[in-house]
């Protein structure tokens, strides 16, 4: 069964990544976000298929620049201790170095645009659209910033 690492940062991207769990069942599927107390919870249904990254926040730069590099490398060990064959994700700063690595790896990325930008692209979408195997927008609009991208609709 093929290995599918879905990553996303909590909130919003978060909720949007799990309502792909469908596919959870039809592959060797394992979860990695950021570790908050709105998803503990996410560690007794998946076990461990399911990992956490350190919660930053962008408003705390300093703290934050030391935090995202602890990230990228805590998701190099993740990715060489799962192996996945794709990876999925909603964004955002949480999931580009993932998307690197697996492109490093030679693997492929599968990107889904928020829900929650109709007409502007996020950082994330940017940095990885050039990267991505498939890049998907759930808006028609976005379309016009990414012309290679696939409509796909509303997750929800």
């Known amino acids: 069964m093929k290995k ?24 060797d599927s394992y979860l990695v976000t950021e570790k908050t107390d709105s998803n503990l919870a996410l560690k007794k249904q998946y076990g461990s298929r399911m990992h956490y990254l350190v919660y930053g926040s962008r408003s705390h730069f300093i703290p934050y620049l030391f935090k995202f590099s602890y990230n990228i490398l805590k998701s190099f060990f993740l990715f060489l201790k799962i192996r996945p064959a794709v990876v999925v994700t909603t964004g955002t700063h949480t999931a580009v170095p993932m998307c690197y690595i697996a492109k490093l790896f030679r693997k492929r990325v599968i990107f889904i645009e928020t829900f929650a930008n109709s007409d502007t692209p996020t950082e994330s979408g940017k ?24 409509y796909g609709g509303w997750i929800y």
């Open 127 to 150: 940095m990885i659209y050039p990267i991505a195997d498939v890049f998907i927008v759930q808006w028609k609009e976005m379309l016009q910033h990414y012309p290679n991208a696939i």
């Open 4 to 27: 599918v690492l879905f990553i996303s940062s909590t909130g919003g991207h978060l909720s949007e990544l799990l309502q792909l769990k469908p596919l959870f069942q039809e592959y």
